[in-house]
Every structure is written in structure tokens, then in C-alpha cells.
């Protein structure tokens, strides 16, 4: 997976990456509900977050309807990465 994505200009693959772009690709999450569906605490899901929005992949911004909780939001950057990644899986599948 890493020398594929390496290989198409992403050198930065993080192994949870994998997993949560795809689920961000689908819509924005908060970052509890990125830990649930993750199987991860809230905090570990924060540190992951965090990892995409230093590398440019996500931002987050408190939600509108409730200001405790906070989303994930993939950038345009995100989703070009998080597209590469759906399909190294597929290649990687054939």
C-alpha cells in the first residue's frame, strides 16, 4: 500500500489513513463519531485528525447545530488522496 501510494506521489501513507479517508471521502464526520466507527477513543481519533490536517489532507470546524462537537471535513487535497488510496485497495484486491 505505501510503495503504491509513494509511487503515485504520496509519500506520506500513515496506516490509518487508509481506513479513514475512505470514511470521509463519503461525507464530513465529528471526531467522536470518526472514533466510533473506527473502533478508537476520542482522543486517538483528534490525534489522527491531526495528522491529516497537517499534511493538507482535512480541516475541521465546529459544527452549526452543535458547537461541542467538531468535524472532520476532507480538503480537495483529501479527496484526490483518499480516491488514490480507493483504488491502490482495488489494484492491490485484483
Do not use: D, E, F
Given at each position: 500500500m505505501a510503495l503504491e501510494?509513494?509511487?503515485?506521489?504520496y509519500r506520506d501513507y500513515r496506516i490509518s489513513d487508509s481506513a479513514t479517508v475512505r470514511l470521509l471521502l463519503?461525507?464530513?464526520l465529528s471526531i467522536g463519531e470518526l472514533g466510533e466507527v473506527l473502533g478508537i477513543t476520542r482522543q486517538a481519533a483528534r490525534k489522527v485528525t491531526r495528522y491529516l490536517e497537517d499534511r493538507g489532507y482535512?480541516?475541521?470546524a465546529a459544527d452549526s447545530a452543535d458547537g461541542r462537537k467538531v468535524n472532520v471535513v476532507l480538503t480537495r487535497t483529501g479527496r484526490a488522496y483518499a480516491r488514490?488510496?480507493?483504488e491502490v485497495i482495488a489494484l492491490l484486491n485484483r
Open positions: 501510494l509513494a509511487r503515485q506521489g463519503a461525507g464530513p482535512a480541516t475541521t488514490t488510496v480507493v
